[in-house]
Every structure is written in structure tokens, then in C-alpha cells.
């Protein structure tokens, strides 16, 4: 039984290798001290955390009134016609090939 949670949690899991100099470690680990977790635990919370920021900064924008209002009329507004966009427009999707 210990055989099967051990293969389970290993298939779940995956190894990352990091070379680090050993004044980054440092600070890593006195950081990770300082919360109280060990140095795996907070380059996980780290990473996490920076690749949510990165997702979030590409997909997700915070707008006041002001800003929303004029955000939405620029959506509302036709586009300007053009020749990439009346190239666009002619060019068949690909499922009615």
C-alpha cells in the first residue's frame, strides 16, 4: 500500500532543476527562514505567484469609470476601413474551405 502512495505522488509531482550562484541560495534561504518554509516551499510560492502576475498582466486590466467608459466606446466604434481589414474580410474562414 505504501508502494502505491509513494508511485502516486511521484506521478503527480515533477522535478525542476534550478543552478542558482551561491549568494542567490543564500538569499533564498534566508528569505524561505524568515517564513518559515524551506527553500522548495518558497521557490514554489514564488514561482507560482510570478506566473500568475504574468498570466494575469496579459488577460486580466483594472479600469476606473472614466476609463471603462472610454474603453467602451472605442469597442462600440466601428474599425476604421482599411485594406488589411477588407483583405481580412474576403479571405474565407478555413472551415468553409
Do not use: H
Amino acid at each position: 500500500m505504501v508502494a502505491a502512495i509513494q508511485k502516486e505522488d511521484a506521478q503527480r509531482r515533477s522535478l525542476i532543476n534550478l543552478r542558482v550562484t551561491p549568494r542567490d541560495r543564500d538569499l533564498i534561504d534566508r528569505a524561505a527562514a524568515t517564513l518559515r518554509k524551506n527553500r522548495s516551499e518558497f521557490m514554489m510560492d514564488a514561482a507560482r505567484m510570478a506566473a500568475e502576475d504574468a498570466l494575469l498582466d496579459r488577460t486580466a486590466f483594472r479600469l476606473d469609470a472614466e476609463q471603462f467608459s472610454a474603453f467602451m466606446v472605442q469597442l462600440d466604434a466601428p474599425p476604421a476601413p482599411n485594406a488589411a481589414l477588407r483583405k481580412l474580410l474576403a479571405t474565407p474562414a478555413p472551415w468553409d474551405k
